[in-house]
């Protein structure tokens, strides 16, 4: 896993390598993430819109260093809708990145 940053951010880009099993089955991406908001409140208004919608919502993650929700689109491509945290929490503690925590937004 590499991470890309203009210094921004934790990351700008994330390149995250697929496993055997995903390569022999012909997947060579795992999933594109785009930024929706700057709050935990900005995303949950993201999660209530896609309920409404009929989307299904597949997890939401805690990365720490991020919060994300992710979803598919008509392709079955998987999504990740997220925000970012606090800067100082990449920042003070770069080891944070590498968390999949659940994520519970009200």
Do not use: C
Request: charged letters at 20%; glycine letters at 8%; proline letters at 3%.
């Amino acid at each position: 896993m590499a991470f890309l940053s203009t210094g921004n951010s934790h990351h700008d880009i994330a390149l995250v390598e697929v496993g055997d099993a995903d390569t022999a089955n012909g997947i060579a991406l795992h999933h594109f993430a785009l930024k929706v908001g700057d709050s935990l409140q900005g995303l949950a208004d993201v999660q209530r819109i896609l309920a409404s919608s009929g989307v299904e919502v597949h997890m939401a993650l805690d990365h720490h260093v991020s919060q994300g929700l992710y979803v598919s689109d008509p392709d079955g491509n998987l999504i990740e809708l997220y925000v970012d945290a606090a800067e100082q929490v990449w920042r003070d503690d770069p080891a944070s990145v590498a968390n999949s925590d659940p994520l519970a937004l009200s």
